[in-house]
């Protein structure tokens, strides 16, 4: 059995399982998933059943307490063979290696290298556990079907990349798609004005916020669905550019720490 822990929010929740599963087919086993971390936290749910993903079972224990934690902790090392992502960004040979007691992987996983054999599989996986709306449905489509890019514009605590990078990078997709429509998916519309509504681009932006109100998912399928991709230093968006299979799709990264081993070969790195 491979157990993996999924914590954070849904983008990282979605490197978990993605190494995970790789994990489990290369050694012919089944995948548990641990989802205490999310069970526990305020501010983070459980996202993956939101999607069509596979696997055995589920764990979660108490994990608040000092003494929860160590109790979780023990279980843990004594019941597993307990792989820690000391690098994030190598992929290490221990991590495929059968294991009597089973493997535990504990880490975020953020490396394309640990499941990028598996990641048609996966992509067939991450598409929608429900039934979407007929809007969300029809917008999908027409996303598709004519030039659109998504710029993804990240808020919050952690933030994103500054002006500057988005100023290039819609300049660079012009050159490579002229005509392309930019849909603005953002969690911080302040943020997102300061970043593109001062220079070229404007005319030919349309914020998905202006469109009806979605879930994250539903927002991150559309982000999905555009042909094209700006992206954030964000798991989320670029989960949603690995999920961009059309011939001739342009994806765009800021250069971020680890973006080397995250991208896709043929994206370009600003």
């Known amino acids: 059995m491979v157990t993996v822990?999924?914590?954070?929010g849904m983008?990282?929740?979605?490197?978990?399982?993605a190494c995970g599963y790789a994990v489990s087919r290369r050694l012919g086993q089944k995948l548990r998933l641990d989802i205490s971390e999310c069970d526990n936290s305020t501010l983070r749910?459980?996202?993956?059943?939101?999607?069509?993903?596979?696997?055995?079972?589920?764990?979660?224990?108490?994990?608040?307490?000092?003494?929860?934690k160590l109790y979780k902790r023990l279980r843990r090392n004594l019941k597993y063979h307990v792989v820690m992502e000391r690098d994030m960004y190598h992929v290490?040979?221990?991590?495929?290696?059968?294991?009597?007691r089973g493997t535990y992987l504990h880490g975020y996983w953020q490396c394309l290298g640990y499941f990028e054999e598996y990641l048609d599989e996966i992509r067939q996986m991450f598409v929608p556990a429900y039934d979407q709306s007929a809007q969300v449905r029809k917008l999908a489509q027409?996303?598709?079907e004519t030039p659109t890019?998504?710029?993804?514009?990240?808020?919050?605590?952690?933030?994103g990349p500054a002006r500057e990078y988005f100023q290039r990078a819609i300049a660079r997709m012009k050159q490579e798609r002229p005509g392309v429509t930019f849909l603005v998916f953002t969690n911080d519309a302040p943020r997102?004005?300061?970043?593109?509504?001062?220079?070229?681009?404007?005319?030919?932006?349309?914020?998905?916020?202006d469109m009806?109100?979605?879930?994250?998912?539903?927002?991150?399928?559309?982000?999905?669905?555009?042909?094209?991709?700006?992206?954030?230093?964000?798991?989320?968006?670029?989960?949603?550019?690995?999920?961009?299979?059309?011939?001739?799709?342009?994806?765009?990264?800021?250069?971020f720490h680890g973006i080397e081993v995250m991208k896709l070969a043929d994206w370009i790195v600003l």
């Open 5 to 8: 822990k999924i914590g954070d």
């Open 11 to 17: 983008g990282n929740q979605m490197y978990n399982y």
């Open 45 to 68: 749910d459980f996202e993956l059943d939101k999607f069509q993903v596979v696997y055995e079972d589920k764990e979660s224990f108490p994990n608040r307490t000092v003494w929860q």
């Open 92 to 100: 290490e040979e221990r991590v495929f290696r059968k294991h009597l």
């Open 142 to 144: 027409e996303f598709r």
């Open 149 to 159: 890019c998504a710029l993804h514009v990240r808020g919050g605590d952690l933030g």
């Open 192 to 209: 997102a004005k300061e970043c593109l509504e001062h220079g070229d681009g404007i005319e030919d932006m349309r914020y998905i916020s």
């Open 212 to 255: 009806g109100e979605f879930s994250d998912i539903d927002e991150f399928w559309l982000m999905s669905s555009c042909q094209n991709q700006i992206i954030s230093n964000s798991t989320y968006s670029t989960w949603a550019a690995y999920l961009n299979t059309m011939p001739g799709r342009v994806v765009i990264a800021p250069d």
